[in-house]
């Protein structure tokens, strides 16, 4: 069985600089029980003073390099990591709920009621309130856009927000503005207002900060902690400690989580491009690469002759990525993956908290890099065969005919035609795939087709889904609207084409 040390250097975990672990690291991996690990952080504790941040620091380096040997099948469960900790002092006035809404009611309108809704039913800090404006406010998406997040506003939030623009906007851009219409308020008369009122309706010891605390702690009731951690713009270190002991009961799956937007996550890593999230997103989902080998890709793996990482395939979009990115990067180091501000190596532990938090950014609530791979089948790409003399034979195909000729679900079928355009092998026309060179690719369908009608005016539809290569002229209608809306070209009233 190998050793603790062992299983950290094979992962590539790096353990913190400053941590002696000589007492665990000859340690057979079987061996490192809970009581082992507790004797060690007490040590570390009651002997070397390690405390705060460090000390979670040290104590995560364990558990990521026990769960790792837990996926390579050493040991069969990660030990119970529990430490003695102070018992939790109360910090959290909980407000009545029903006091709160007769406020609301009886101040109607007024300043207080403003900042009461934006800090218990959007969980705005008081520091955020006096400087929101209006234009801050995504009133189509219900959404309140600030600089580190996107707070999802209740509907009768919105419809109140909405009143108020209505009213105030043509004294000022900020949202709460005083009796006598002035703005911004002072973050002291922010918090005197709200505990002058509140003091009126029996809540003596509830302030402002317990407002913006319950509806964290709602939050927390009903979603993941890395969904609370982003709207509410606390880090979960924080909401850990100081929010989910205020939680009565965390059920252990709030919803099952619905299957992501393939589509979505595909345009995000595109978006993304050479940054650690899209990055990730090539390698493991692309790739089938597991995350902790991210953390060990170097330069000297990639062959950029041959387009191959470690045997595998790299697709040309990504080449052109890791190109450029070496161009900038190596001369800080040999690894692939590096901090933006430091230019060090990631450890697997910050790979996975990037990606999450811009997974959670763009709304893929309850993503992973380890969902994602499982999706990944290396055995899809025997299937590219079997594609393309289909495509071959009949032209096209839709994403449902594809899983019905490959004997595969429509997820699958999904997963496998996204792979064969990032690497250009099928063309995507409306929502039906061709082989290169069988039909006009959508960049080159404008050209072509005020190429051809400036030498055949008067070109009918026909003509123009021939030349485009279409399956039909229904395919037509989409591609030709836009030319003519923007003046590009002139439908006559027989149906045909030609330039203006």
């Avoid at 387009?307 to 180091?333: G, H, T």
Wanted: aromatic fraction near 10%; charged fraction near 30%; include cysteine.
């Amino acid at each position: 069985m190998p050793s603790f040390n062992y299983i950290a250097k094979f992962a590539g975990i790096r353990p913190p600089t400053d941590l002696d672990l000589s007492d665990i690291s000859a340690l057979d991996i079987s061996e490192i029980t809970s009581k082992v690990i507790k004797d060690y952080l007490a040590e570390l504790y009651d002997n070397k003073g390690v405390r705060g941040i460090v000390f979670a620091r040290y104590k995560d380096y364990i558990i990521n390099v026990l769960e790792y040997a837990k996926q390579g099948g050493y040991i069969d469960d990660v030990p119970q990591v529990k430490f003695r900790t102070k018992e939790h002092t109360n910090q959290y006035n909980k407000p009545d709920r029903t006091a709160i809404e007769q406020l609301l009611a009886q101040t109607e309108g007024q300043p207080v009621e403003t900042i009461i809704r934006l800090a218990w039913e959007c969980g705005l800090a008081r520091v955020e309130i006096p400087t929101l404006k209006y234009d801050q406010i995504d009133f189509e998406n219900a959404e309140i856009v600030l600089p580190d997040r996107k707070v999802p506003i209740p509907s009768a939030t919105l419809r109140f927000l909405k009143e108020l623009r209505d009213k105030n906007q043509a004294y000022s851009d900020y949202v709460l503005i005083s009796q006598k219409k002035e703005a911004p308020m002072a973050e002291q008369s922010v918090s005197r207002l709200v505990r002058f009122e509140l003091d009126k309706y029996g809540q003596k010891k509830v302030r402002l900060s317990d407002l913006r605390m319950d509806y964290i702690v709602n939050c927390l009731k009903e979603r993941s902690i890395e969904y609370v951690s982003y709207i509410s713009g606390v880090n979960m270190r924080s909401l850990q400690a100081q929010y989910l002991p205020y939680v009565e009961a965390v059920p252990e799956v709030v919803s099952k989580a619905a299957a992501p937007d393939y589509e979505a996550v595909y345009q995000l890593m595109i978006d993304e491009k050479d940054s650690v999230t899209g990055l990730a997103l090539w390698f493991v989902w692309q790739l089938g690469m597991t995350v902790t080998e991210l953390p060990q890709l170097t330069w000297d793996m990639v062959d950029f002759a041959n387009a191959k990482i470690d045997a595998i395939s790299i697709p040309d979009e990504l080449l052109i990525l890791l190109r450029d990115l070496k161009e900038k990067n190596e001369k800080y180091s040999d690894h692939i993956f590096l901090t933006d501000s430091t230019n060090k190596p990631l450890d697997r532990e910050y790979i996975t908290k990037i990606v999450k938090k811009t997974f959670v950014k763009n709304g893929f609530i309850d993503l992973s890099l380890s969902e994602l791979r499982k999706n990944f089948s290396p055995e899809m790409y025997g299937l590219k065969k079997e594609l393309t003399a289909y495509l071959q034979e009949h032209r096209y195909a839709d994403c449902k005919t594809v899983a019905t000729v490959l004997d595969i679900t429509e997820k699958d079928a999904g997963k496998l035609l996204r792979q064969l355009r990032s690497t250009d092998e099928v063309v995507l026309v409306g929502r039906r795939y061709f082989l290169p060179g069988t039909v006009v690719s959508p960049e080159d369908q404008e050209s072509t087709i005020l190429n051809y009608v400036k030498d055949h005016p008067l070109a009918t539809r026909k003509e123009l889904s021939e030349l485009l290569g279409l399956a039909s002229r229904r395919q037509f209608l989409p591609i030709v609207e836009p030319l003519i809306e923007e003046g590009k070209l002139i439908r006559t009233a027989d149906n045909k084409y030609c330039l203006p």
